[in-house]
């Protein structure tokens, strides 16, 4: 496809699904207007990247459906006095788009594969490290954090993350309900951090995030 015409798939997301959905933040839809999401995909399924759904990158994983990520971008207000942790930075896409709205961002990825091409990414942005460990452990050498995404449906936070985040920070994600995923933000008050869903929408799960099951007799 010539980039002409990637440049209009762009602006027909805007238009016709963000504005729709109601992300009408000004800053995100110039940055998710401006980066080629061609560029993180497959070069078989970058025709697709512009649908309205999650596209399949390899091994499960998925980039997610622009509109969980204007939503996810309009619901955190990342500003530059954040420290940000991405968990699962995948091909580097939401982490370009955090980059530009923060003062340091760390992505981490355990897919060798990915993190080689989110590195890749990021490397000419002076704000941003791609680091390589288990989805769930987060990573505590930079912690704390004021704000951490999870780019997947998650059944639960593991404790060890949620200790990760300063007092008043924020943490997005999706969550995995039954049959559905759902959109939620949490503010970690008192130590305690409760997450709360602000909309319905396909967000690709995440594995390894499965809530651990009580024992009954």
Not at 7 to 36: C, F, K, Y
Request: aromatic share 6%.
């Amino acid at each position: 496809m010539p980039k002409a015409d990637y440049h209009a798939a762009r602006q027909s997301m805007i238009d016709s699904q963000l504005r729709t959905s109601g992300v009408n933040e000004p800053w995100v839809m110039e940055a998710m207007g401006a980066l080629p999401r061609e560029d993180f995909v497959p070069k078989e399924r970058a025709s697709i990247c512009y649908m309205d759904r999650s596209v399949p990158l390899g091994e499960g994983r998925m980039l997610n459906p622009a509109v969980a990520t204007g939503m996810m971008l309009t619901e955190a207000e990342p500003n530059i006095g954040d420290n940000i942790l991405l968990i699962g930075a995948a091909t580097g896409y939401v982490a370009s788009l955090l980059a530009s709205r923060c003062k340091t961002l760390v992505a981490l990825e355990q897919n060798s594969a990915f993190a080689k091409s989110a590195k890749a990414a990021l490397k000419q942005l002076g704000n941003a490290e791609l680091v390589s460990g288990p989805l769930t452990d987060g990573y505590s050498k930079a912690a704390p954090y004021s704000l951490i995404w999870i780019d997947g449906a998650i059944e639960e936070i593991p404790e060890t993350i949620g200790n990760q985040l300063i007092e008043g920070g924020r943490i997005v994600t999706g969550l995995v309900d039954g049959p559905v995923t759902r959109l939620a933000m949490g503010i970690k008050m008192r130590g305690e951090l409760t997450l709360r869903p602000f909309s319905d929408g396909e967000i690709a799960p995440l594995s390894g995030f499965a809530k651990i099951k009580e024992f009954a007799f």
